[in-house]
């Protein structure tokens, strides 16, 4: 699981990863926010509307749920279960609370923190991205702020600084996982 504050880099740095591992699975996660440019439902967010979404978190279609920045953002389950019962690697995007969740429902996750230099750098990279007003960036820096003090509860820290060495970092944590002696025999006939 690849988590950590808004502006981070997790979406561009797992669609590389994933690029690097095509047989790597993807659980997309839903939403009710906008779709941003370039965003394609089913492929980035499952984009939904507010009542879709309570339909699917009445019944109990979600792994976790947040409200984040206004919009809901949830897991759903049903693709994940299914992965992992074929025994494939599968990598997940939750924000922070979420990945606190997944990792109750699944202690055997790797949650890796993503983070950049300093919170200039992620100001800098918010305000980049053009999505937001400055009102929903400053939001989206305060939560940030929480965020960043998690970190030690997670398994791997990222610091997003060079794309190509956090992407680097990023694949051998994913190599090592799958190195893991039990995960080695758990995949043995």
Do not use: C, Q
Not at 30 to 56: C, I, K, Q
Not at 59 to 81: C, H, M, Q, S, V
Request: charged share 30%; no cysteine.
């Amino acid at each position: 699981m690849v988590s950590g504050p808004s502006g981070s880099g997790k979406d561009t740095l797992v669609d590389a990863l994933r690029r690097l591992e095509p047989n790597l699975a993807y659980s997309v996660s839903a939403t009710t926010r906008a779709p941003r440019p370039g965003e394609e439902n089913g492929v980035h967010y499952r984009f939904l509307d507010r009542p879709a979404f309570e339909r699917m978190l009445a019944n109990d279609e979600f792994l976790e749920t947040r409200e984040y920045a206004g919009n809901l953002y949830g897991t759903p389950k049903n693709n994940i279960l299914e992965t992992l019962s074929k025994g494939k690697d599968m990598v997940l995007k939750p924000e922070v609370n979420g990945a606190m969740a997944v990792k109750k429902a699944f202690p055997r996750a790797a949650l890796v923190f993503l983070t950049v230099p300093s919170e200039e750098d992620l100001w800098k990279r918010l305000i980049r991205r053009g999505t937001e007003s400055e009102a929903a960036i400053k939001h989206r820096l305060e939560i940030a702020k929480e965020e960043n003090v998690r970190f030690r509860t997670f398994d791997y820290l990222i610091i997003n600084a060079v794309f190509d060495e956090a992407l680097a970092k990023l694949h051998a944590i994913l190599v090592a996982e799958r190195l893991k002696v039990a995960r080695v025999l758990d995949r043995e006939p």
